[in-house]
């Protein structure tokens, strides 16, 4: 997806799936193996599959089935594995550490199971923070950045919440705070390793709603979770067991009503 396509997830502009899909990650022979795993033992074995820009995907499997490690893999944090991965055509392991760095800053948001927030910085400060971390062009634009950070916070359902601090907030609204400063930079892919696994169903299930939110205006979610019933939320669920995929299914969910 180009940066003009990108700016039509927040516009009102639907971003069409379908025919003009084109692959924003390709997979082949994925294959890893940690210096402490005992021989012949893999992490993951052999994987292969294109994710297409756009689409909302989950990865389910139990633990230890290397759903963290792949997800480690595609957002650029590990590059010691066997086989390829491109995004957008280029391979991942092929770019400097800067470049890797800035991509990653740029192009992947990413969201964890125990949100990562920082407790003495408001919601919104929490959102800017890759902001004030960024270096160069992205640093420079701090003041856009913050309209930004407001319009997001505003978008999960926090604009009364801007100045409140982590601690008190709930867990789904520190997700809601996690998920505004993933989407920052307007990521091409959004990473999310266990959202709901520590909230309550409910409040996992609203959660869920807004990512299928995110995917309707056209953000690619990659989802990891053991959760079975967010293979009943997603367009395709991709299985793991002990490093293997097992299957991968398109589930025709339409991603819930607009
Ligand atoms: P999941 O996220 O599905 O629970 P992981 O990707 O964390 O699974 O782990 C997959 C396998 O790799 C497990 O057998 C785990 O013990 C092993 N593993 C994960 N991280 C490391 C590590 N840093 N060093 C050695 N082995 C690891
Ligand atoms: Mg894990």
Redesign the pocket.
């Known amino acids: 997806m180009g940066k003009g396509s990108r700016q039509s997830k927040e516009g009102d502009v639907e971003v069409s799936g379908g025919a003009d899909q084109e692959v924003l990650i390709s997979i082949k022979s994925l294959t890893?193996r940690?210096?402490?795993?005992a021989e012949g033992?893999r992490?993951?074995q052999d994987l292969s599959l294109d994710i297409q820009a756009g689409e909302m995907v989950a990865i389910i499997?139990?633990?230890?089935?290397?759903?963290?490690?792949?997800?480690?893999i595609l957002g650029g944090l590990d590059r010691s594995y066997e086989g390829s991965l491109t995004v957008k055509g280029r391979e991942l392991r092929a770019l400097s550490d800067r470049a890797l760095s800035s991509w990653r800053n740029q192009e992947v948001g990413f969201i964890f199971q125990h949100f990562h927030l920082l407790d003495h910085l408001t919601a919104l400060d929490n959102v800017l923070l890759p902001a004030c971390l960024a270096k160069g062009e992205a640093r420079a634009k701090i003041a856009q950045v913050e309209r930004r950070a407001r319009e997001l916070l505003e978008l999960v359902g926090l604009s009364e919440k801007i100045d409140v601090r982590p601690t008190q907030l709930s867990g789904g609204q520190k997700q809601r705070v996690a998920i505004a400063r993933a989407l920052l930079f307007e990521p091409s892919l959004l990473l999310c390793?266990e959202p709901t696994g520590s909230l309550d169903r409910q409040t996992g299930e609203e959660i869920i709603q807004l990512f299928k939110g995110l995917h309707q205006r056209g953000y690619t979610v990659l989802m990891?979770t053991?959760e079975e019933r967010l293979s009943e939320v997603a367009e395709r669920v991709i299985r793991?067991e002990d490093?293997h995929m097992i299957s991968d299914e398109h589930t025709g969910s339409q991603g819930g009503e607009g």
């Open positions: 890893k940690y210096p402490s795993s033992e992490a993951l499997g139990t633990s230890g089935s290397g759903k963290t490690t792949l997800l480690n390793d990891i053991h793991l490093g």
